[in-house]
């Protein structure tokens, strides 16, 4: 950590070159004695990166950031401040705290917190922005989490892992082949903590997740930013005797909404009845998809399913809290109606368990993207429709 970059004038010049060529930058002559123009373009580089994730972080005097790796790999403020209602107790430990956002939120949490970072560079970087940002209940250990642990006879209320899902510069998906690996070391985690939280990838199977953490989940979190699925965060305890809770929450839009559901309940669920679209159509978020609450969607909200493979729902009545996009349709015919007309006009093509792509519908039909009107292109009780409807909700 150069502490140079954190001069006053220095920062002004960072700050007075957001949208300069860092790569261009980096060829010439740093301006400043005793800082590279590699540091500088590094700086201006990552701080810009992190104004919309990070906006505390991009506008408090004096941040100093980390190479665009770490600001990339970091949780945006928004997931990180919805972790920290996961932690829970007075004493908690971040054992993978990288830049240290998520340990800053989980800080307001609790008393204490210890923050475990091997790096020992960017442990210092956290150190210095955290206790710049007034986070002073943290302690910094440098160390490997589990050589830490292994020697730690403390005991803490919560222990949060975000493990590493790049090994040896490839990507792995199992939750056996992480670093650490965490199925290998629950007893390790258990001993020195009665809850944890675990950070996994979106793109984990639940159930194969479920089944290596041996029934100690007690929630699994699936977040969604904006119908993007972001993370999985599983909540597990060493006295669960429970079927895990999947709890679907969506984030960053003027209305975050949450659905909580079991597999027992999904799997119990019988849909035989599947209708032509009524009112209203219902899209659910991706967390809910991700999650895989198809059948109980029916049953909760009172809505019919379009097709045993279309996860869209209809309602002659609007329920305002369904957990997914709400749509009230204009018209809707089959689709060889619909191929043999002309369609002028500005659309939001989408396009669900139909066998073309919306590109090559827009292609197809020479479609213009764009406007409030949606064309859906779907298939109801076996057969290709199209929809056309307007966004309600």
Known sequence: MNEALLNPAVQKFIMDNLHADVHKMMLGKSPFE???SKELAEQIDSKKRSEKKLPTWFGQEG??????????????????GYK??????????DITGGF???????SRQVESLTHVERNSAL?????????????????????DALAFLNGSEERFDTLY????RRVENKKVFLLEDTEPNVVENLELFFRVADRLVIKTSPMLDIQSGLTALRGYTEELHVVSVKNDCKELLWVLSAKNTEEAQIVCSMLGSERPLEFRFKLPEERSEVVSDYASPAAYLYEPDVSVLKGGAFKTLVS????????????LYTSEKLQEDFPGKIFQIE???????????????????VSRNFPLSPDQLKKKYKLRDGGEDFLIFTTAVNELITIKAKRVL
Do not use: C
């Open 300 to 311: 909760r909200f009172g809505l019919k399913k379009l097709d045993v493979n279309t996860h």
């Open 100 to 106: 240290g956002v998520d340990s800053y939120y989980f």
């Open 63 to 80: 941040i100093y950031f980390p190479p665009k790796l770490s600001v990339e790999q970091t949780s945006s403020e928004l997931t990180a």
């Open 331 to 349: 018209d809707s015919q089959s689709y060889k109606l619909f191929a043999r007309e002309k369609n002028p006009g500005s659309f939001n093509v």
């Open 123 to 143: 442990s210092q970087i956290a150190q210095h922005n955290l206790r710049l940002l007034g986070a002073s209940n943290i302690s910094f250990v440098v160390d």
């Open 84 to 93: 920290a209602r996961l932690i829970k107790g007075k004493k908690a430990i």
């Open 34 to 36: 005793g800082i590279s």
């Open 161 to 164: 892992v975000d493990p590493s």
